[in-house]
């Protein structure tokens, strides 16, 4: 039995097509099969049922591909220790962002952790916060970035940054005269929102909800986008008004960036996080990332060494 032999058969498992695993695999499909093969014979068991299309894992092929996640995981590992060990920075780094944090912060960090760790490969992947976590649990990406507290007892939580919310105000809103606003300004009646599994919705309501009766059922227009450019054209088309992450705000041309209000301190403010399994063993990372991070966004927003210091009201 070869680590090989275990990751054909997943790549089986997840295709379950033997041409489609060869091509990911970047093998021939005779290769392939002949390894499969040499495991069943090995093991005395067949793991696919071939006579079906797609192809079917059997019931003992269940717990074989189980166990063979472990075994790789385990080998992974092993890696990750010598790694350490020698207090090296390289391979690849899979890293789960949130949509409201990937489309800024990558563009602040990728150049810089190249040029930094040459023999180190960034994969980023944009999930939502549930399916960081998930994938997390699963081993299926090394880290993530998220909004928290989380709560979670098997997911370390390590501050990066504490990112302030702005409001985007059109012309001829009624709030637009104003040169500051605060949370009992918005209604919900105006307040354009990010489609729902988006934990900045879930931020925003969380400032309205001291302000209003009714929760979302006040909502006139729920718009199912999770961009922030749809809510912003919707508002220069008259539909109301939005919130935005100040980060997403320095983005903005400079004819919407007149449309940008601050709120009156203490500023609504959400903490991003480097979050990852208990288990994980790439701490080097841990530490080099945040310094990079902190060493971009320094300036732009607050840090934790901020937080004691700069009126932020911190949402949950």
């Excluded at 092929?61 to 092993?78: N, P, T, Y």
């Excluded at 010598?82 to 899979?94: A, C, D, I, M, P």
């Excluded at 040169?179 to 300004?185: G, P, T």
């Excluded at 288990?279 to 080099?288: G, I, M, P």
């Amino acid at each position: 039995m070869t680590l090989i032999q275990l990751e054909y058969v997943l790549a089986v498992a997840e295709s379950r097509n033997f041409t489609t695993a060869a091509e990911k695999a970047h093998v021939t499909q005779p290769t392939l099969s002949m390894q499969i093969q040499k495991l069943e014979k090995e093991l005395n068991v067949d793991i696919f049922d071939r006579s079906t299309h797609p192809i079917r894992i059997t019931a003992i092929g269940h717990v074989i591909l189980d166990q063979a996640r472990v075994i790789l995981k385990e080998a992974k590992r092993m890696s990750y220790i010598v790694s350490e060990q020698k207090n090296n920075l390289e391979g690849e780094f899979t890293i789960g962002m949130i949509p409201t944090v990937l489309p800024t912060l990558v563009p602040l960090i990728y150049k810089n952790f190249t040029a930094k760790f040459p023999n180190a490969r960034l994969q980023i992947k944009e999930l939502k916060t549930d399916a960081i976590i998930s994938a997390l649990e699963e081993d299926v990406i090394d880290f993530g970035i998220a909004v928290t507290p989380l709560n979670k007892s098997d997911i370390i939580e390590l501050p990066l940054y504490y990112e302030p919310m702005v409001a985007f105000i059109p012309e001829h809103h009624r709030l637009s005269n104003l040169d500051e606003i605060k949370e009992s300004d918005l209604d919900l009646k105006d307040l354009l929102l990010l489609e729902e599994g988006h934990c900045f919705r879930n931020n925003v309501l969380s400032i309205c909800e001291c302000y209003l009766e009714g929760g979302e059922d006040n909502i006139i227009l729920d718009v199912d986008s999770g961009s922030f450019q749809t809510m912003i054209k919707l508002a220069k088309d008259g539909f109301g008004m939005t919130i935005l992450p100040s980060l997403q705000a320095e983005d903005l041309s400079a004819e919407d960036s007149k449309y940008i209000k601050k709120f009156r301190d203490p500023a609504p403010t959400r903490e991003v996080s480097l979050i990852f399994h208990k288990t994980q063993l790439r701490l080097k990372f841990v530490d080099e990332f945040k310094e990079l991070i902190q060493s971009v966004v320094r300036g732009k927003i607050y840090l934790e060494s901020d937080k004691r210091t700069l009126p932020v009201l911190r949402l949950k």
